[in-house]
């Protein structure tokens, strides 16, 4: 009697395979992690973030190279309006418009045209021009900058200063 | 036909994700450094007139920083011993003093203050002059620029 060959058809491999997933199945632990702290710790950050981030720039930009002058008063906050940033070599408008330099106010006349000239297109607000200015710029400088604020029609200035004790 | 389970769980992978993301660009783009105002008139002789009415009265504290220290002009104020000179140390000058000294003349009279600075003085300096006025309760402080 001839040999016969074992035949087996798919569906008997694809039965031995059900079963070895199933066994497998069984081994693995279903394990949750509760994410319900974790997001509302989340959302907590970002509203203050959102909440900071606006009330700092609410009236006044500030260029990362300006060290601003030390002071304990604590007034309120001005609005947001015409400004002049003041590093130690330039002065701008905003955050990027450049208007002059230190050195050609040091040599210069009393008033400045160039920052007449862009403080005249600024709206004014009470007649209230913010300055940033850093701590080191001669104090000559920043009285021909004044001056010039004073001809542009800005009567009364906001000095910017960073707050030393509890705000 | 079985019910239905009615416990189903959100997929909050990918508002995590958000989240993350918002707060790593929020934190790396704030700025950390509060900033106050200190409001001052200007006031130049000779120039457009100021916007805040002066008392007729000489009422008037004149003060101008130098680089060493800060000089005190004052009006006639009675039964007060005020300084007339504020030494400037390394660590600038005593701020303390010169609030004092502001607060124990308002007791007595109601005063003005202009303020103003050598051409070399930081303008810093000035600033924290200004400050140490306002600290004192005077809230009518002029920024000389003449």
Same mark, same amino acid.
């Given at each position: 009697? $001839?040999?016969?060959?074992?035949?087996?058809?798919?569906?008997?491999?694809?039965?031995?395979?059900?079963?070895?997933?199933?066994?497998?199945? %069984? %081994?693995?632990?279903?394990?949750?992690?509760?994410?319900?702290?974790?997001?509302?710790?989340? *959302?907590?950050?970002?509203?203050?973030?959102?909440?900071?981030?606006?009330?700092?720039?609410?009236?006044?930009?500030?260029?990362?190279?300006?060290?601003? @002058?030390?002071?304990?008063?604590?007034?309120?906050? $001005?609005?947001?309006?015409?400004?002049?940033?003041?590093?130690?070599?330039?002065?701008?408008?905003?955050?990027?418009?450049?208007?002059?330099?230190?050195?050609?106010?040091?040599?210069?006349?009393?008033?400045?045209?160039?920052?007449?000239?862009?403080? %005249?297109?600024?709206?004014?607000?009470?007649?209230?021009?913010?300055?940033? *200015?850093?701590?080191?710029? $001669?104090?000559?400088?920043?009285?021909?900058?004044? *001056?010039?604020?004073?001809?542009?029609?800005? %009567?009364?200035?906001?000095? *910017?200063?960073? @707050?030393?004790? $509890?705000? | 036909?079985?019910?239905? &389970?009615?416990? +189903?769980?959100?997929?909050?992978?990918?508002?995590? &994700?958000?989240?993350?993301?918002?707060?790593?660009?929020?934190?790396?783009?704030?700025?950390? #450094?509060?900033?106050?105002?200190?409001?001052?008139?200007?006031?130049? =002789?000779?120039?457009?007139?100021?916007?805040?009415?002066?008392?007729?009265?000489?009422?008037?504290?004149?003060? +101008?920083?130098? =680089?060493?220290? #800060?000089?005190?002009?004052?009006?006639?104020? =009675?039964?007060?011993?005020?300084?007339?000179?504020?030494?400037?140390?390394?660590?600038?000058? &005593?701020?303390?003093?010169?609030?004092?000294?502001?607060?124990?003349?308002?007791?007595? =009279? +109601?005063?003005?203050?202009?303020?103003?600075?050598?051409?070399? #003085?930081?303008?810093?300096?000035?600033?924290?002059?200004?400050?140490?006025?306002?600290?004192?309760?005077?809230?009518?402080?002029?920024?000389?620029?003449?």
């Amino acid at each position: 009697m $001839p040999l016969q060959k074992a035949r087996l058809r798919i569906s008997d491999y694809n039965r031995g395979r059900k079963n070895r997933l199933k066994d497998q199945e %069984k %081994k693995v632990q279903e394990a949750a992690l509760s994410l319900t702290s974790m997001v509302d710790m989340f *959302a907590t950050l970002v509203v203050y973030l959102i909440m900071t981030s606006t009330s700092l720039q609410e009236w006044v930009g500030l260029a990362s190279n300006i060290e601003l @002058p030390k002071g304990r008063y604590i007034g309120e906050s $001005p609005q947001r309006g015409a400004a002049l940033q003041v590093t130690k070599d330039m002065v701008f408008g905003e955050l990027d418009v450049e208007l002059i330099s230190v050195s050609q106010i040091a040599r210069g006349s009393f008033s400045v045209a160039a920052i007449k000239d862009y403080l %005249k297109k600024q709206e004014n607000k009470n007649g209230y021009v913010n300055v940033v *200015a850093d701590y080191s710029v $001669p104090f000559g400088v920043m009285r021909k900058i004044i *001056a010039s604020c004073q001809d542009a029609g800005f %009567k009364n200035v906001n000095l *910017a200063i960073e @707050p030393i004790g $509890p705000t | 036909m079985a019910k239905q &389970d009615l416990n +189903t769980e959100l997929n909050l992978t990918s508002m995590i &994700d958000l989240m993350s993301c918002l707060v790593a660009f929020m934190l790396l783009t704030s700025v950390w #450094v509060h900033v106050a105002a200190l409001p001052a008139a200007v006031e130049s =002789k000779g120039r457009a007139p100021q916007s805040v009415d002066k008392p007729k009265e000489p009422n008037e504290i004149k003060i +101008t920083v130098t =680089k060493t220290g #800060v000089q005190l002009a004052w009006p006639s104020v =009675k039964g007060v011993r005020l300084p007339s000179f504020v030494r400037r140390g390394k660590e600038g000058f &005593d701020h303390d003093t010169l609030t004092e000294a502001i607060a124990q003349a308002l007791a007595v =009279k +109601t005063l003005t203050a202009s303020v103003t600075g050598t051409n070399d #003085v930081e303008y810093g300096a000035v600033a924290e002059a200004i400050d140490a006025v306002k600290a004192g309760g005077l809230d009518q402080v002029f920024l000389l620029t003449n």
